[in-house]
């Protein structure tokens, strides 16, 4: 039984990345969903942020967004730039809002479909360090973020591609340059572009038709860029936010629109009243996306937790996360929507703390249904550093968990009277046929575990799972070899961003 | 927010041991059932083992037990050993065997009952090895054994005693006397007996008596000892664990019947054929007990996993582990008794590998909605190590599912409308008086996991999750005073296991 082959999994060179057979690439949920709330209870938060919206309003920034919203028939205070949205606006917001996405990608073979019942992750995102066990944690860089987009879409498992490190090293007028060029260059799966006011994130469009030679309505036909919008929790849309709701909106673009609510903070310490808060922010920027343009493509957006009263830190795969996490899959399947969740750990390093984080926090979203689990894998700090170990040791998790959403056999050959039959009492199945006929593919292969017994693994070095995973991502980092769908794409903007560098770049925009 | 109070959890002192007030004492499930399989699929794994059990048989060893079942009907064949059991014996079995059982304890506020619906949890037990960071890994010892059963006594959380470590240093004659001593007078939860033969589980069952101050009656009102019934998978049942059935159905106490199906090694490389054996097994178990007792307490055992096709090992927490979680739930469910599960971990330490293991397992035994979980904390190696900072880091685990089985408030003030009023856009609730009222209690407190941020972790020494369970579990052992239910245990066996050792002890049942 020495040789075996992995099921699914990691890709290594080209020709095995562009594969495609088995793998983890297009996953349903197969698991049933999880409440944690009464039916009822779900329909009293509704309401409730329903009534924060009506009653109590919401501060945005951004004039042109008052103007839209104003204009679909919300009660506007200039002065206060409150805006209070009602009920009406929200019902037809979600009239219109549509219930399946389609994401499109260099290669074909990762083009996803974003609606209720899929099940996508994306790696952790956002962190303005890296770690790793090499070269120790330091400041995000254009090396690191390359990096770590490698590492992306090097796994089945990864289905969005996601800004896991800051290039801090590139100014902010050229970062969106730098994180588009590495993106377009190195990743086939649907694309992540920030929203950084309405210059980048337009010239970041311009970046993904040039590169993958799209006109503009083949730019508009399903969706090539996503974006995560964050209200500032409480009941407020900061400009560059609501700028990045509208431009989305309006090219046809998704949002992924999640308030992140940490209860006891940002949000009521109850688990309901953060809900309640998520909800009714959640849907003021569904309903800002919606006058925009109406029909955009837009995900609800849960992220809610509570805070470590001890630190002052967002916690992870506590019970209120759970709960927090299942709750706004309900909310989500009130109002029909798509939704984005997430995992995550504060953890300092990849150990036991940070994998029951993330673990325990990974089972909330997948029972909770969400359409894509955001930071699914190496996200520490609680988002401040990604780390290379943290992301291979989470990949183990996600890929159980992948592999979980299918079915198991269950016909007659699988319940195997005719193997029990062959096999003596006090026997053994190693040689029975229907062992040979299945062995190779009947078990999912562990990417880092290592289940060697106690002598062979001393005799290895006695190293943890965070040392092994080193090894792991080096040899991946060393394998890749960009994907053939990208090839061609640094050419094609080669001389576009030049010019556009040559000229200053473009500032982000002031909050 | 200094100032925090834990939820539940640790109990230091004495006073707060028998405080019972918070905590996690009696649990029952509160995340619906999952299933793995179709029920036609379940329904046909169920016929299929009992085609098993009429056309194929069991090899069973022991001359009276293969009696016992000729009495009820069974077609034995002496020389073979081989005994097939009819459906009708098997759907009497079912129809006599509790649903409920009453697990009586040293301390009243320990008493659980053991029922569909219920949700108990068992640290890792039968190591015959421990491990931990002052002290390395060594054989179990006395002195190990006293120390985990202390570890049990001390978290709400654990709620059944089993025996950790083996005490390699006792006599195997003597070894009994040592595992009822140090449980009786340290252990003031229900009990854990060894079916070791029927001399070692007679004289353990009288020092419970002794110890407890019970007359034959009282011993047999509710169940004061458990045992863990193994089959020899494939179709066989070994002498000792004959006689344990027996011994146990007719003293009214509690077997928890659990064949280890390792698929592809000892079971079908199916997970439904593994199921199927499985069920087989433990059915011919249950019938056993039922034959030589009618109405005795047994729990239907479901322990399947997959061998690692790399080492041979039993792999914890893949995908095959977890539904054949998913599935003995639903089997359990069909026959409608009690069942014992198990997480475990296949990991050397306690890393990122173990946490992943022994988390995704629990979801799969919790989702199952085991009635007690075996092997909850602590278990490395596949369950040749006990680790100690194994065990204090799976609570962590084990407590946020404790937490997570309670109902959260969803009431008005729950939905927190007035404080989110109260709170303006872009503040933060710490000072509402929603969030005053609440703080104290409204989260989980983590036992071993560290939210600190980067500067203040590394100037605390930038421990792992394991290093920081060190102290952990060396405070517990330093506080611990036993319980005051254990009063006076010790002094009522002396003389006997004097007597008992003196004569030589008692030798345990040869295979």
Redesign the interface.
């Known amino acids: 039984?020495?040789e075996?082959e992995r099921r699914g999994g990691r890709r290594g060179g080209r020709a095995r990345q562009e594969a495609g057979a088995a793998g983890w690439g297009a996953l349903r949920h197969g698991?049933?969903g999880?409440?944690?709330?009464?039916e009822d209870?779900i329909a009293?938060?509704h309401d409730?942020a329903l009534?924060?919206l009506e009653?109590?309003g919401?501060?945005v920034l951004l004039d042109e967004a008052r103007a839209i919203l104003r204009a679909g028939g919300a009660l506007v205070d200039e002065d206060s730039r409150?805006v209070r949205i009602g009920r009406d606006m929200v019902a037809e917001a979600l009239r219109v809002a549509p219930r399946s996405i389609r994401l499109r990608a260099a290669d074909p073979a990762h083009e996803r479909i974003f609606e209720p019942g899929a099940m996508l992750f994306m790696a952790g995102s956002g962190c303005p360090n890296v770690t790793d066990r090499q070269r120790g944690?330091r400041a995000g860089s254009r090396e690191s973020y390359r990096e770590t987009l490698r590492l992306q879409q090097s796994f089945d498992v990864i289905h969005m591609h996601g800004p896991s490190a800051e290039p801090q090293d590139v100014p902010p007028p050229l970062r969106h340059y730098a994180l588009m060029e590495d993106q377009l260059a190195n990743g086939s799966k649907p694309l992540f572009v920030y929203a950084r006011g309405r210059g980048q994130v337009e010239e970041a469009f311009e970046m993904i038709r040039l590169a993958r030679g799209l006109d503009a309505a083949g730019f508009r036909d399903g969706v090539w860029a996503t974006t995560v919008i964050n209200t500032?929790s409480?009941?407020?849309i900061d400009v560059p936010m609501a700028r990045g709701i509208i431009d989305f909106a309006r090219a046809g673009q998704l949002s992924l629109i999640t308030p992140f609510c940490l209860?006891?903070?940002?949000?009521?310490?109850?688990?309901?009243?953060a809900l309640?808060?998520q909800h009714?922010e959640a849907l003021a920027g569904i309903v800002l996306a919606q006058m925009a343009a109406p029909g955009a493509p837009v995900a609800y957006g849960g992220f809610s937790s509570?805070?470590?009263?001890?630190?002052?830190?967002p916690?992870f795969?506590?019970?209120?996360h759970?709960?927090a996490n299942l709750g706004s899959g309900q909310l989500a399947r009130f109002i029909g929507l798509p939704w984005r969740s997430a995992t995550g750990a504060?953890?300092?390093?990849?150990?036991?703390?940070?994998?029951?984080?993330t673990?325990?926090a990974l089972?909330g979203a997948v029972?909770a249904q969400a359409t894509v689990t955001v930071h699914a894998a190496g996200w520490l700090?609680?988002g401040?550093?990604f780390g290379y170990e943290?992301f291979i040791?989470d990949l183990?998790?996600l890929q159980?968990m992948a592999?979980?959403a299918r079915p198991?056999?269950?016909d007659?050959?699988?319940?195997?009277?005719d193997?029990?039959?062959e096999?003596?009492?006090?026997?053994?199945?190693?040689a029975?046929a229907?062992?040979m006929e299945?062995?190779r593919t009947?078990?999912?292969?562990?990417l880092?575990?290592?289940?060697?017994?106690?002598g062979?693994?001393l005799e290895a070095g006695?190293q943890?799972?965070?040392a092994r995973?080193t090894a792991i991502w080096q040899q991946v980092l060393a394998d890749f070899t960009p994907p053939r769908a990208c090839d061609g794409a640094a050419g094609r903007l080669s001389r576009w961003v030049a010019d556009r560098r040559q000229a200053g770049g473009m500032p982000p925009e002031e909050q």
């Open positions: 039984m020495a075996t698991l049933a999880q409440g944690a709330f009464s209870a009293a938060m409730t009534r924060v009653e109590l919401m501060r409150m944690r500032n409480p009941r407020q209860a006891g903070a940002m949000a009521p310490v109850t688990v309901a009243g309640v808060l009714a509570n805070v470590d009263l001890k630190s002052g830190a916690a795969g506590t019970p209120e759970i709960r504060a953890s300092n390093v990849a150990d036991a703390q940070g994998a029951t984080e673990a325990m089972w029972l700090e609680g401040l550093t943290k040791c183990e998790a159980v592999d979980l198991a056999p269950e007659q050959a699988a319940l195997a009277f193997a029990i039959a096999v003596p009492p006090g026997g053994h199945f190693f029975a229907h062992t299945r062995y009947a078990f999912y292969a562990p880092v575990a290592d289940l060697s017994n106690h062979t693994w006695a943890t799972a965070d995973a």
